[in-house]
């Protein structure tokens, strides 16, 4: 079996894919153009939608415009982040600078859940003591945020979502795009019913899409900065797997981490039985992990299993031997005695 410790062997191989960069299907300059359309497009009806909420009086559209900001704001790191995690690595970097893009999903995460935080605030105050909501106003503007968030949307689905930053930013305008649609009953119930609380329990319902999209973030980002193995992978799974190749006779020190979203890597000491194939294994390894995990950056340190020494000891020298030495084997029944051949 695997044995999952924290010591890093000190030689290593790398695979084919070993210091290769992530690649992607979309390229880098169309993910930053899709990213910057659907930058423009919220920024200009986030203004938009707090100078009405504020004549409207609805906490509403403010807190909607709240996590528009904070989508906003994903997007520009994204775009930051993508600019520092294309430079090479070099320096002290080995890496490169691929977890700018971590740093600020982490950044995205805590700053929803601070503004969620506020918002839960003033939508319980506004419940006990509510204001007179122009309804009318609410709900034109809610309609008019469901069709930029949907515009917006589209954009985002076509960069690269393998990506934490891309794909965060994208279900946060998912999630303003339901809180739209609250938002926008919340606005017909006040026009047709007058029943102003109605805009703070919409409020209430966008605070819970953004706790849940900040925790989501968190979480995911927090997984890479603890060097957790990825969601998709139980580490003790992939040592059987390992273990369970021929040849391999024992697998220790394995550890799977996460550079950065989407591309993962990995390092073992795999012990090979007497007479095998330590570079055919090694190979083999390499694809299997390849294939089957998508791992293409891998430190694999391969030896052959030691052959084990029998010490044949004369009974004098017995006592001579220390008491605590394992390192020698043993007949369980006493030394081995040669006869001599009897002459007929």
Same mark, same amino acid.
């Given at each position: 079996?695997?044995?999952?410790? *924290?010591?890093?062997?000190?030689?290593?191989?790398?695979? %084919?894919?070993?210091?290769?960069?992530?690649?992607?299907?979309?390229?880098?300059?169309?993910?930053?153009?899709?990213?910057?359309?659907?930058?423009?497009?919220?920024?200009?009806?986030?203004?938009?939608?707090?100078?009405?909420?504020?004549?409207?009086?609805?906490?509403?559209?403010?807190?909607?415009?709240? *996590?528009?900001?904070?989508? +906003?704001?994903?997007?520009?790191?994204?775009?930051?982040?993508?600019?520092?995690?294309?430079?090479?690595?070099?320096?002290?970097?080995?890496?490169?600078?691929?977890?700018?893009?971590?740093?600020?999903?982490?950044?995205?995460?805590?700053?929803?859940?601070?503004?969620?935080?506020?918002?839960?605030? %003033?939508?319980?105050?506004?419940?006990?003591?509510?204001?007179?909501?122009?309804?009318?106003?609410?709900?034109?503007?809610?309609?008019?945020?469901?069709?930029?968030?949907?515009?917006? +949307?589209?954009?985002?689905?076509?960069?690269?979502?393998?990506?934490?930053?891309?794909?965060?930013?994208?279900?946060?305008?998912?999630?303003?795009?339901?809180?739209?649609?609250?938002?926008?009953?919340?606005?017909?119930?006040?026009?047709?019913?007058?029943?102003?609380? +109605?805009?703070?329990?919409?409020?209430?319902?966008?605070?819970?899409?953004?706790?849940?999209?900040?925790?989501?973030?968190?979480?995911?980002?927090?997984?890479?900065?603890?060097?957790?193995?990825?969601?998709?992978?139980?580490?003790?799974?992939?040592?059987?797997?390992?273990?369970?190749?021929?040849?391999?006779?024992?697998?220790?020190?394995?550890?799977?981490?996460?550079?950065?979203?989407?591309?993962?890597?990995?390092?073992?000491?795999?012990?090979? %039985?007497?007479?095998?194939?330590? *570079?055919?294994?090694?190979?083999?390894?390499?694809?299997?992990?390849?294939?089957?995990?998508?791992?293409?950056?891998?430190?694999?340190?391969?030896?052959?299993?030691?052959?084990?020494?029998?010490?044949?000891?004369?009974?004098?020298?017995?006592?001579?031997?220390?008491?605590?030495?394992?390192?020698?084997?043993?007949?369980?029944?006493?030394?081995?005695?040669?006869?001599?051949?009897?002459?007929?």
């Amino acid at each position: 079996m695997s044995d999952h410790g *924290h010591e890093h062997s000190p030689g290593h191989q790398h695979g %084919e894919g070993g210091h290769a960069g992530h690649s992607h299907g979309v390229s880098a300059d169309s993910d930053r153009r899709w990213l910057a359309i659907a930058l423009a497009l919220i920024t200009g009806f986030m203004a938009i939608e707090v100078v009405i909420g504020v004549i409207a009086q609805s906490l509403a559209l403010i807190s909607d415009a709240a *996590h528009m900001l904070t989508d +906003a704001v994903s997007i520009v790191l994204a775009l930051i982040a993508m600019r520092l995690a294309a430079r090479p690595a070099r320096g002290v970097y080995t890496y490169g600078l691929k977890r700018a893009e971590i740093l600020s999903a982490q950044a995205n995460g805590l700053t929803l859940l601070l503004l969620g935080a506020w918002l839960a605030y %003033e939508a319980v105050h506004r419940l006990i003591d509510p204001p007179e909501v122009e309804g009318g106003l609410m709900l034109a503007t809610a309609l008019a945020g469901i069709v930029v968030n949907v515009a917006a +949307a589209w954009c985002i689905s076509k960069a690269n979502r393998s990506s934490l930053n891309v794909e965060g930013a994208y279900q946060h305008i998912l999630n303003d795009l339901f809180a739209f649609i609250g938002t926008a009953v919340a606005g017909l119930v006040v026009v047709l019913t007058g029943f102003a609380r +109605a805009d703070g329990i919409a409020t209430l319902v966008v605070v819970a899409l953004m706790f849940k999209a900040g925790y989501g973030l968190m979480r995911e980002s927090g997984r890479i900065f603890l060097e957790a193995a990825p969601a998709n992978i139980d580490p003790d799974v992939l040592g059987d797997k390992l273990v369970a190749q021929p040849a391999v006779v024992e697998v220790h020190d394995l550890h799977v981490w996460q550079i950065t979203s989407g591309q993962a890597a990995l390092s073992a000491h795999i012990l090979v %039985e007497s007479g095998g194939d330590c *570079h055919a294994v090694r190979r083999d390894l390499e694809e299997l992990l390849r294939h089957d995990y998508g791992i293409t950056h891998t430190t694999l340190q391969v030896d052959h299993t030691p052959d084990l020494v029998l010490q044949l000891t004369a009974p004098a020298d017995r006592d001579l031997l220390p008491t605590d030495d394992t390192s020698h084997c043993e007949e369980p029944h006493g030394p081995i005695h040669r006869e001599e051949p009897h002459e007929h």
